[in-house]
C-alpha cells in the first residue's frame, strides 16, 4: 500500500504572486470602506415653494413696515395685564426721567 498523504505537497508560489494577492485584497478593503463610509454627492432636488428675489424683498419691506409701526405706535400687549407697548422715543424718555429721579 502506498502513502499518498506523503507525497501531497502545495505548489511554490512567488513572492511577486503574494504581493499581487495583498495588493489586491488592500483594493477590494478600500473599494468596500469608500461604499460604505464615504458620502456620496447629494442632487440637487427643487424646492417648492422657493421664493424670486422679488418676493423675498416684498416680504422684507413688508416685515420692515411691522417692526416700524410696532416701534412708533401705541399698542396693547396684554390688556388684562396691563401691559402697553409704547414707542421707542417715549420710552426713551420715561426712563431717562425715572434714573433723573433716583
Not at 39 to 57: C, D, I, M, S, Y
Request: one cysteine or more; proline letters at 6%.
Amino acid at each position: 500500500m502506498s502513502d499518498s498523504s506523503s507525497n501531497f505537497s502545495f505548489p511554490h508560489r512567488t513572492p511577486v504572486f503574494t504581493a499581487v494577492i495583498v495588493i489586491l485584497c488592500f483594493a477590494a478593503f478600500g473599494w468596500l470602506a469608500r461604499r460604505i463610509y464615504v458620502p456620496h454627492a447629494a442632487t440637487v432636488q427643487p424646492v417648492e415653494g422657493v421664493l424670486t428675489p422679488a418676493e423675498r424683498k416684498a416680504r422684507l419691506d413688508e416685515h420692515h413696515a411691522k417692526d416700524q409701526a410696532a416701534a412708533t405706535s401705541y399698542g396693547w400687549v396684554d390688556q388684562s395685564k396691563g401691559v402697553v407697548r409704547l414707542p421707542i422715543d417715549r420710552a426713551i424718555e420715561l426712563t431717562v426721567r425715572d434714573l433723573a429721579k433716583k
